[in-house]
């Protein structure tokens, strides 16, 4: 069975902060996905950033950065120097193959990011 | 090029009521997947269809079904609604196995 563990379930920073959040994985599948989104109070889900089981570079995106390392099972995000739009709900998921071919996601619980001024 | 377009954004439904939401999936994705959303249990996968065909499953009831037209266009049903069945509603289509999804803005669903 696949999981996806985010211990952090809310966090407060003040602008201009770096924060990291945190997830750890659980797969037996050598071949995976890894992503990361956010969900606004609107409701949908942002892509951020997908990452592939064979690819352990880190990422950098503006602000936004990504530090995948298999060794430990872990896909952290760091948003450096925050701000008040960065507030969000940020998921981290697991794609798994199904026996009946196909994927699903598993998703972490979930960390509520709160920047305030 | 168009997003994941889900209809109806908000809906109410009484208990016993059923309720069909719908999925346009982006251009050119085959695959279509739903969710749900609630405070209590998180983001659980319900079903992903491919081709027409669902392919898996997750660990809900019979009352949950859907349905992937040839145009890939998915619908998803919940027959007898229960106030448990209050939540956000979720689609994402895929291009490829597994690789990629675009959520669409979900369909919010209040049981009374």
């Known amino acids: 069975a696949q999981k996806v563990t985010q211990a952090q379930t809310e966090i407060s920073v003040v602008e201009k902060e770096d924060v990291t959040l945190d997830c750890v994985y659980e797969?037996?599948?050598?071949?995976?996905?890894l992503f990361w989104y956010k969900q606004p109070p609107s409701g949908e889900l942002v892509f951020l950033i997908r990452?592939?089981?064979?690819?352990?570079q880190n990422e950098i995106s503006g602000r936004y950065s990504w530090n995948f390392q298999k060794s430990t099972s872990s896909f952290n995000f760091t948003i450096t120097a925050s701000q008040v739009v960065d507030s969000a709900v940020y998921f981290c998921?697991?794609?798994?193959?199904?026996?009946?071919?196909?994927?699903?996601?598993?998703f972490g619980t979930g960390t509520q990011l709160k920047v305030e001024l | 090029k168009a997003g994941v377009t889900q209809t109806p954004r908000y809906l109410i439904k009484t208990r016993g009521q059923q309720v069909t939401l719908s999925c346009s999936p982006i251009?050119?994705?085959?695959?279509v997947s739903w969710y749900q959303q609630t405070p209590g249990q998180g983001l659980q996968f319900l079903f992903e269809?491919?081709?027409?065909?669902?392919?898996n499953k997750g660990n809900f009831p019979g009352r949950f079904s859907g349905r992937q037209f040839s145009n890939s266009r998915s619908e998803m049903n919940v027959s007898t609604l229960e106030l448990g069945d209050s939540a956000l509603y979720l689609c994402?289509?895929?291009?490829?196995?597994?690789?990629?999804?675009?959520f669409g803005s979900g369909t919010r669903l209040t049981v009374v």
């Open positions: 998921a697991l794609s798994g193959r199904l026996t009946g071919g196909g994927n699903k996601l598993t």
């Open positions: 994402a289509s895929s291009l490829e196995d597994g690789g990629g999804y675009t």
């Open positions: 990452r592939n089981s064979f690819d352990e």
């Open positions: 269809y491919f081709s027409e065909t669902q392919r």
């Open positions: 797969t037996r599948d050598t071949t995976y996905y």
């Open positions: 251009s050119g994705h085959r695959s």
